[in-house]
């Protein structure tokens, strides 16, 4: 619903710091859902471990499921997997960013759904935290 902020700013600059920018038009995509999601960037504030995040996101997943109608049972949220991806380290100001990759597979549509449209993850200012459809390689 906030799309229109979005569209009065394209095609204008602006200058950040020693660089300008120009923004451009936006293309907004509806969600699809998809069995396997993928994030290239998920942090967690006081989580510097891959182990950590793993155990963040399951419980979080568990979380999404609760949070709407129709909620998946323990088990099927239990047989989700999730694979911790690179570790990444982002500057931002003085400040250093611990996150990792994160692919979750076996998601229903509704979790699928959920994941991506939720913003539960950390820093998604950054760009953390986003959960796209898992493309196949060909």
Request: no cysteine; net charge positive; proline share 4%.
């Amino acid at each position: 619903d906030k799309i229109g902020l979005a569209y009065r700013i394209a095609g204008k600059s602006a200058v950040l710091g020693d660089g300008k920018y120009r923004f451009g038009i936006p293309r907004p995509e509806p969600l699809e859902s998809s069995r396997a999601l993928i994030s290239r960037f998920v942090t967690v504030k006081g989580k510097l471990e891959a182990e950590q995040v793993e155990q963040h996101v399951r419980a979080v997943l568990h979380r999404l499921n609760l949070s709407e109608p129709g909620g998946e049972t323990e088990s099927a949220i239990d047989s989700i997997k999730v694979e911790m991806l690179r570790r990444r380290v982002i500057q931002v100001n003085q400040h250093r960013l611990v996150g990792f990759g994160v692919r979750l597979q076996n998601l229903s549509e509704r979790m699928s759904l959920l994941v991506q449209s939720k913003p539960v993850w950390g820093r998604r200012r950054f760009g953390a935290g986003f959960f796209v459809p898992l493309k196949e390689r060909v």
